[in-house]
């Protein structure tokens, strides 16, 4: 779960998309027109931040109180709606480099996998039984 959500962290900081040797980050401001709608994102990486905040403290609780099954299950919960989230970014990306004839930065593709990792953290936690001495 942890290492899900350092993974999301930096991928926030690298490039979501490039164009013409300039690229932007999951802080910037991505706008864009598609045929007569105007799309524009401010900060798409915040809401990865807050999900990864989040995920990095259950899994910080995780491994300080050991196997705490509710808190493995919000965990299992959290990586899925991070799953759906990235993919969501990943959309909304993809159709501005589409628009702006950019490409797509490794930032933005990490922020479906890191999620992945999360739930498997999580999944593994669930099913891990504590031993007691």
């Keep these: 779960m942890i290492a899900g959500a350092a993974i999301a962290l930096v991928g926030v900081f690298l490039p979501w998309a490039t164009r013409s040797g300039r690229s932007r980050n999951g802080l910037d401001r991505f706008s864009w027109l598609d045929g007569f709608t105007f799309y524009s994102i401010d900060s798409p990486g915040t809401f990865v931040i807050i999900g990864a905040v989040i995920m990095l403290g259950l899994g ?54 890191a999620p992945i990792i999360s739930l498997i953290g999580a999944i593994i936690a669930t099913a891990t039984r504590r031993t007691s001495t």
């Design 60 to 113: 910080i609780a995780i491994v300080a109180a050991g196997r705490v099954l509710a808190v493995a299950i919000i965990g299992i919960v959290s990586g899925a709606l991070g799953i759906v989230g990235g993919l969501i970014e990943v959309g909304l990306i993809a159709s501005f480099a589409d628009s702006e004839n950019a490409s797509l930065g490794v930032g933005v593709i990490l922020q479906p996998i």
